[in-house]
């Protein structure tokens, strides 16, 4: 069985709150500044999304095989504004993306 991994970053934004995490719309586990989140997935396509309060991270589509899947996320670096960054674009407020390399363990 493969895994999804989800490594959280430390920043000043959203210091002190914690992350839900979601795969295919069901929330499996939560996520704090500077941890990393793994779930075992069946092979198959998954939905993953961050979300804090009313908001979040876009939905990040995964093709799980055998190989584990690591993501990492992070508040949106390009959004200076935070109140108008949660009315506007509220599905934008957490970076969410593939990492480049496997987190060190």
Excluded: K
């Excluded at 959280?8 to 989140?37: N, P």
């Excluded at 793994?38 to 990040?60: N, Y």
């Excluded at 508040?75 to 993306?97: G, Q, T």
Aim: with cysteine; net charge neutral; aromatic share 8%.
């Amino acid at each position: 069985m493969a895994s999804i991994t989800v490594t959280r970053g430390r920043a000043f934004a959203d210091g002190l709150r914690i992350y839900s995490v979601l795969v295919d719309d069901t929330r499996i586990g939560t996520l704090r500044q500077g941890e990393a989140f793994r779930c075992d997935v069946g092979a198959g396509r998954h939905e993953v999304r961050l979300a804090v309060d009313w908001c979040g991270s876009p939905t990040i589509v995964v093709d799980v095989g055998t190989a584990d899947v690591h993501l990492v996320c992070a508040p949106h670096p390009s959004l200076p504004w935070f109140a108008a960054a949660m009315l506007f674009r509220p599905n934008r407020w957490i970076d969410l993306r593939v990492a480049d390399r496997p987190p060190v363990p």
